[in-house]
């Protein structure tokens, strides 16, 4: 970014602020650390935040000096002479909107999956910590949640409680919505007597159940050349 294109968007950003405790203000980032970033919000000293702050909503992958930032204002030239502002709680009451619009709604959000707990896993949205129960990881039985640890999924909001700090989300609310989709896909596309490509997924006494991507269907025993499990009579 060019010196004065920098300069006037400082300006710019920088013009609107209220200095009052708590607010949600706009920060303009002047310098970037492997661990650290940097920031003006128009007073004598720049904060410095830490870069791991900007990690729950996908931003530290894209971050530039120039860009704008909403940081929560926390302490105005304190005891030490510095300005502390908090990128982490400026996204934690903005992402209280999100859920309540996507419990209210069904839309979509994005959090990052933190690691394992008892009964499910936990999940950071924009600085709120959720809950992601087991029985709605995935909307097939997993053997293991490892694969999704350290990683950013879509999620719908199934119960929200600010009161009490509680989220509970489900994955496979949104993985139910695609499968539909693609169903819905297959139906129009497949006709009575079409050929189509399937994978077997598993064998009864009176036919095979084939995953055809998306639906299952059952080609009985009397249509199959395969050996089906038998019964023993002991």
Not at 10 to 29: K, M, P, R, Y
Not at 79 to 96: I, N, P, Q, Y
Not at 117 to 145: C, H, I, N, Q, Y
Request: charged share 30%; net charge negative; hydrophobic share 40%.
């Amino acid at each position: 970014m060019e010196q004065a294109n920098f300069a006037k968007l400082l300006d710019e950003s920088l013009s609107t602020l209220d200095f009052q405790i708590g607010t949600i203000i706009t920060a303009v980032i002047v310098d970037l650390k492997s661990d650290w970033v940097t920031v003006q919000v128009g007073l004598k000293s720049e904060p410095v935040l830490a870069r791991s702050e900007f990690l729950a909503d996908e931003s530290d992958k894209e971050l530039e000096i120039g860009d704008e930032v909403k940081v929560t204002l926390e302490a105005i030239e304190d005891g030490h002479g510095s300005t502390r502002v908090s990128r982490l709680r400026a996204m934690h009451d903005e992402s209280w909107s999100k859920l309540e619009e996507s419990l209210s709604t069904g839309t979509i959000i994005k959090g990052y999956i933190t690691g394992k707990v008892r009964g499910g896993m936990t999940v950071e949205v924009g600085g709120v910590r959720a809950f992601l129960p087991g029985s709605l990881v995935d909307s097939r039985p997993l053997e293991s949640f490892d694969h999704l640890e350290k990683s950013f999924q879509d999620f719908k909001v199934i119960k929200l409680d600010k009161d009490k700090s509680n989220v509970v989300l489900s994955r496979k609310a949104v993985q139910e919505d695609i499968n539909s989709e693609e169903r819905e896909k297959i139906f129009a596309t497949i006709q009575e007597g079409s050929q189509i490509s399937g994978v077997i997924k598993n064998l009864t006494d009176y036919g095979a159940f084939v995953d055809l991507g998306g639906i299952d269907g059952l080609l009985p025993v009397s249509y199959t050349h395969l050996t089906l499990p038998t019964k023993r009579i002991v």
